[in-house]
């Protein structure tokens, strides 16, 4: 199993600025995926996060809106930059381990961003 | 065209009875895998039940069982002896395959209402 620990659990941030959000995981993952969920929406995939390579973004999504980092195997950043009101959103990361009786999933609690 | 499919925006069941959430996906890649979270109203994401294309029998896992016809391509989840702490969102998602590594996508959410 994993242990995710994701923070800042929220965050009310003003147009036009910045903010970073960490995942640190308890055991080496190659990837980790970073996900958003508008309100009342289902998640969408924002980009997968190697280490020691460029984060994978997809489409709608691009770098200099959503920097990520993943200078370990066990930890990642998310950076929302120059924000509006309409990131305001859930970001999730999350990584999947793979067992005997098949693959699991596991999440970060999740930072519930509000922009104003 | 959706690649993830839910129908049931919202569902009921009786407290001890079970329920089962519809998923049907739409994928050309013959090793994919099917996932299915829960969320409570928290806003965790919380895995359940991973299954393989390949695998021969049917999930299980605890009380969740997912009911998986590869030809209909479906995979619903069957919740058995439905708990009031059973009330909340449900996705179902899949991972499929592509050039560097594989995408996971998910549906648009049933949500389970236990009744006493």
């Known amino acids: 199993s994993a242990v995710i620990s994701q923070k800042p659990s929220r965050d009310i941030c003003q147009r036009g600025t910045s903010l970073t959000i960490q995942c640190q995981v308890d055991?080496?993952?190659?990837?980790m995926f970073w996900y958003r969920q508008q309100p009342g929406q289902s998640l969408t995939l924002i980009a997968t996060a190697n280490q020691g390579s460029e984060a994978t973004y997809e489409s709608g999504f691009v770098i200099d809106k959503f920097p990520i980092s993943r200078p370990n195997l066990t930890f990642s950043t998310l950076t929302v930059s120059n924000m509006s009101p309409e990131d305001s959103s859930i970001y999730l990361c999350s990584v999947e381990i793979g067992r005997t009786q098949g693959t699991e999933a596991f999440f970060g609690q999740g930072t519930r961003l509000t922009v104003v | 065209a959706q690649k993830i499919t839910q129908t049931q925006p919202g569902m009921f069941v009786q407290e001890k009875e079970a329920v089962t959430l519809d998923c049907t996906y739409d994928t050309s890649d013959p090793s994919y895998g099917l996932f299915w979270y829960k969320q409570p109203s928290s806003g965790e994401m919380i895995f359940l039940i991973y299954?393989?294309?390949?695998?021969?029998q049917n999930a299980t896992e605890g009380r969740y069982s997912l009911n998986f016809q590869k030809a209909r391509k479906s995979a619903n989840l069957v919740i058995s002896a439905s708990q009031l702490g059973d009330s909340a969102m449900y996705f179902c998602a899949m991972r499929e395959g592509r050039t560097g590594g594989f995408k996971t996508i998910f549906g648009a959410g049933t949500r389970l209402f236990v009744k006493a």
């Open positions: 055991s080496q993952v190659t990837m």
């Open positions: 299954q393989g294309s390949y695998d021969q």
